[in-house]
């Protein structure tokens, strides 16, 4: 056992090797939300549609990966369908594990967003003479969009966190590297302590950027008139 | 312009209207008035489809509501309605609350859109807020602008549901004065309303409903006058106190 390195600690700091994987985990994370977001706006929808036959399926869909480990679901896809014929990269495995899940969560919150918009509204655009779709896209959707933008931004940080748990089927993002660079020199602490520091650095940003996201779509709602103002920059 | 023809509609066991039959002539503006919960805003919900009914017939410019072959869409843009809680969109500026509907339903060209929207805007005297959002604004010019939003697509005939009863009260003269001038240029209204001052200035027929039936369906000299139902006199009676 050797004590705590400083110089270790900041040579992996800056190591490009890390750096890469953190990079990874941005993407990962990246592709996952807006693949979960569709397929959640997808089944957000179909769990709103008053056809059982369209709404049960999104709801057993949402039941199943909401009700069983994000680790079991990986390892099914990556090892499991093989199996079947079905045989996935890791990199695609771990994608799809990331969105299929990600997106049962979301259209939970897509969905209370959706029925969190006045029914008044609806009534509304209809005595316009627009149409369901029409409806949905110009005043529903960009009104349900405020709402989910809080919850969304969580799910983001998140997902940022959970993209660790693809380092079991060998996906080689911050943690996955981090454990490697481990089992070679054996500088745990100073490793686990750099890959911390990324995560931190990562989903501090985004919080910064949700602020301003949330900032954004919330100017229509500022009763004081600066909406007003800032709009005619 | 609008028949309405034995109409009865019931939620469930309950019959909200029953054999309701009026008419309202191009030009006419026909006030409804009766007490809370006797179906006032579902009988002109039923004009332009966003409501149901079982039995009976309404037509607008001559097309059938009940028709199930019926471009409800089409139908609804033609008949402007303004409702108690104004329900402008939020997320949107004032001037493309007024441009949305002209563009997505009719298919007009922005800049068409945007010059008829401030012409209205003009008109209910809020070209200033243009780029304000609705909640920027009081209740008097949220509705000003509703009905604004409303004639920017050119209806045949404007409903409106209690169009001041949320407002506070110095607010509901500058409403009412857009809809007297309406009036006066001869659109086709149906206006469920307890402004008696309205109804006595420009109606052309004063409706009384109670528990679903038209009890009244009178010019407002008679209704004013004394040739009213006793449950109209009894109604009367009570809103007048206030
Ligand atoms: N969706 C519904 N399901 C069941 N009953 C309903 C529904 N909507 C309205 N009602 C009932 O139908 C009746 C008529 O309602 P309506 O809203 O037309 O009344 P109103 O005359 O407009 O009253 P108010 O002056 O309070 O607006 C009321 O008794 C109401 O409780
Ligand atoms: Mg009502």
Redesign the interface.
């Known amino acids: 056992m050797q004590v705590w390195s400083w110089s270790g600690f900041f040579d992996y700091l800056t190591n490009p090797y890390i750096m890469e994987g953190a990079l990874t985990t941005l993407w990962l994370t990246a592709v996952s939300i807006v693949g979960g977001l569709i397929l959640g706006f997808i089944l957000a929808l179909m769990r709103l549609s008053p056809r059982r036959l369209v709404s049960a399926p999104a709801g057993a869909y949402v039941w199943l990966f909401r009700g069983t480990p994000l680790l079991v679901q990986l390892i099914v896809i990556y090892t499991g369908l093989p199996q079947l014929g079905i045989r996935l990269s890791v990199v695609e495995s771990a994608l799809i594990g990331l969105t299929l899940n990600e997106a049962a969560y979301l259209a939970e919150i897509v969905r209370s967003g959706i029925l969190a918009v006045p029914q008044?509204?609806v009534?509304?655009?209809?005595?316009?003479?627009?149409?369901e779709a029409?409806i949905m896209r110009?005043?529903v959707m960009?009104?349900a969009l405020?709402i989910i933008i809080p919850p969304l931004g969580n799910s983001v940080n998140g997902l940022l966190k959970t993209t660790s748990v693809t380092s079991v089927i060998s996906m080689e993002e911050l943690l996955r590297r981090t454990q490697v660079l481990i089992q070679e020199k054996f500088m745990v602490l100073e490793l686990f302590a750099v890959a911390a520091i990324y995560y931190l650095l990562i989903t501090t940003l985004w919080d910064l950027v949700q602020r301003r996201i949330e900032a954004r779509f919330g100017?229509?709602?500022?009763?004081?008139?600066a909406?007003?103002e800032s709009?005619?920059r | 312009m609008i028949e309405i023809v034995n109409v009865s509609k019931w939620y469930g066991n309950f019959q909200v209207l029953k054999d309701c039959t009026t008419s309202v002539a191009k030009g006419e503006v026909v006030v409804i008035c009766g007490p809370s919960g006797s179906g006032k805003s579902t009988l002109i919900k039923c004009v332009n489809a966003l409501e149901e009914f079982q039995q009976g017939s309404i037509t607008v410019d001559g097309t059938s509501v009940g028709d199930p072959r019926t471009d409800l869409p089409e139908l609804r843009a033609r008949v402007g309605m303004v409702f108690q809680n104004f329900e402008l969109f939020p997320h949107l500026s004032i001037l493309d609350n007024l441009t949305i509907a002209q563009e997505k339903v009719l298919g007009r060209k922005r800049d068409a859109a945007v010059k008829k929207a401030e012409q209205l805007l003009e008109r209910v005297g809020l070209s200033a807020h243009a780029k304000k959002y609705p909640l920027q604004l009081s209740g008097g010019q949220q509705q000003r602008v509703a009905i604004a939003r409303a004639l920017a697509m050119d209806p045949i005939a404007m409903l409106f549901d209690e169009p001041t009863s949320a407002l506070d009260p110095e607010m509901v003269s500058e409403v009412l004065d857009v809809m007297v001038t309406l009036a006066r240029e001869g659109m086709t209204m149906m206006c469920v309303t307890h402004e008696m001052g309205f109804a006595r200035q420009v109606a052309s027929r004063v409706i009384f409903i109670d528990r679903g039936e038209i009890v009244d369906d009178r010019p407002p000299e008679q209704f004013f006058g004394n040739e009213r139902s006793p449950r109209a006199e009894q109604f009367l009676s009570k809103i007048l106190h206030h």
């Open positions: 008044g509204q009534r509304a655009s209809r005595a316009l003479g627009m149409r029409q110009y005043i960009p009104q405020r100017r229509a709602y500022q009763q004081n008139g909406g007003a709009d005619q």
